[in-house]
């Protein structure tokens, strides 16, 4: 039935509008072609103008960037803004050190430094060839909350950086913030008297750039992330670093994670362990550990932490196929075939609940996981075009004798599967089949979606409906 969009409260398309723009997206100039109802909106909403971005190396032309930028800050209608400053990964940047600064020129004076809600510097390099500016960041930074310097470049020189006019003003200015990043291996000279403030709630560092005092700080905060680039030293012999409840690391060696203690740790995110010569006898111990999180995940990984009380268990991950994909394949089905199977003993992690999303991973290897962990009671998994689905997998859920998982509750499925293939129909037939064999367990539902197709389900309300309806 069609409808004006008019009839629609305001508030409403606001937060639609929103939750459009999160994660600092700017908004599309689409909507605002969409009608004048949709236009007025945006344009009345300044929450949604707030980010301003300069990029040395993706704009159109200076005169345009320059218009939007000062179109953009008065829709914001002085709130405080998200500054983004974006380098380059090319060594070949499309404008110059005049517009570059003019840009950040027009922004201070439209946007004092006294309205940075954030500021993020991100995505690589400043060329050499770029001059420092000078004059154009005057006043304190009272309002910034998150600040951000995320390089995944070597500085071209850390003393006389383009930005040092803007770090020694950081520096001064001492702002109450609450988000912190500093990921690079070293910080530039300005940036060194910036202490860890008191109101700090997250903090994403390297933790190599901390002295033993702040190292000790980090237990208090509700968030930490912890990356180490390559080349780094390892730590001294000092205590261990004590984590709190909630920690991501990324990009670690091995042969650093006994340097910190985990006993505090509820929920741990693992992004990219860089394995090293003493994988064979490390074992790291999360006795409190509630949610763990690996990615890419490879079978080594889950013998390595000493986590029995692990309750949410996620497996994200990318098979190596650099030596072919069926070479791979066949390695990791004989690592997961020795630890689930034969080494089992070696495995400390008993979940509840297993989210598993991993290219190459066939139906057999995932039996194999499965078997292993008969107290599973939720599981969630995305298979891709190399699950073949040889029915083996299908045909063990549905016995009715030692089933697979027996006290599986819910179970979810991504797949790629057409609506109308052999595949998706089978499948049906084998999760009605899966819930009559359960129908006296704890099973609830059974659900499988493809991304275009919608979503399908069978649920126990489902049988029950259906032998009502065949009794009468």
Not at 113 to 130: A, F, H, K, Y
Not at 257 to 271: A, R
């Amino acid at each position: 039935m069609p409808f004006r969009a008019t009839s629609i409260p305001t508030e409403v398309w606001e937060e639609i509008f929103e939750w459009l723009c999160i994660d600092r997206q700017l908004p599309s100039r689409r909507l605002g072609l969409v009608c004048r109802w949709w236009k007025e909106t945006l344009l009345n909403l300044p929450t949604i103008w707030r980010t301003v971005e300069i990029d040395l190396f993706h704009f159109p032309s200076f005169d345009v960037l320059r218009d939007r930028l000062i179109r953009r800050l008065r829709h914001a209608k002085g709130l405080n803004v998200d500054v983004i400053l974006s380098g380059t990964t090319n060594w070949a940047i499309s404008m110059t050190p005049e517009e570059y600064w003019g840009l950040l020129r027009t922004v201070v004076e439209l946007a004092p430094v006294e309205r940075w809600r954030s500021l993020w510097i991100t995505n690589g390099r400043v060329p050499d060839s770029m001059p420092m500016a000078s004059g154009i960041f005057v006043g304190k930074f009272t309002s910034l909350r998150m600040f951000s310097l995320d390089q995944e470049y070597a500085y071209p020189r850390l003393t006389g950086h383009v930005h040092s006019e803007l770090f020694q003003l950081l520096a001064d200015s001492r702002p109450p913030l609450q988000y912190l990043c500093l990921t690079h291996s070293t910080v530039p000279s300005e940036l060194e008297p910036l202490t860890l403030p008191k109101t700090l709630t997250s903090i994403c560092v390297n933790v190599c750039l901390l002295n033993e005092r702040q190292r000790e700080q980090l237990a208090r905060y509700d968030n930490v992330e912890i990356r180490r680039q390559f080349g780094v030293p390892a730590f001294g012999n000092s205590l261990k670093i004590v984590l709190p409840s909630c920690v991501t690391i990324t990009e670690l060696f091995c042969r650093i994670l006994p340097k910190f203690d985990f006993s505090n740790v509820q929920t741990l995110n693992i992004d990219d362990i860089f394995i090293d010569s003493i994988k064979s006898d490390l074992v790291v111990d999360l006795p409190n550990l509630q949610t763990l999180s690996l990615q890419p995940c490879y079978p080594w990984y889950l013998r390595m932490f000493h986590a029995p009380n692990v309750q949410k268990l996620k497996l994200k991950g990318v098979y190596n196929t650099s030596e072919g994909l069926k070479t791979s394949r066949n390695k990791n089905r004989i690592a997961i075939v020795s630890l689930f199977r034969d080494n089992r003993h070696l495995l400390t992690i008993n979940p509840a609940s297993l989210t598993i999303d991993l290219e190459g991973i066939t139906d057999g290897m995932l039996v194999v996981m499965l078997e292993a962990w008969p107290q599973l009671k939720h599981l969630s998994m995305t298979l891709n075009s190399d699950f073949q689905c040889h029915w083996i997998f299908a045909h063990k859920l549905r016995k009715k004798s030692s089933p697979l998982c027996p006290q599986l509750e819910t179970m979810y499925m991504e797949v790629l599967w057409h609506a109308r293939s052999r595949k998706w129909r089978l499948w049906k037939e084998v999760a009605r089949d899966m819930m009559l064999a359960r129908r006296d367990g704890p099973l609830e539902s059974i659900l499988w979606k493809n991304w275009w197709f919608g979503v399908e389900s069978v649920t126990r309300d489902d049988l029950l409906n259906a032998n009502a309806a065949y009794d009468s």
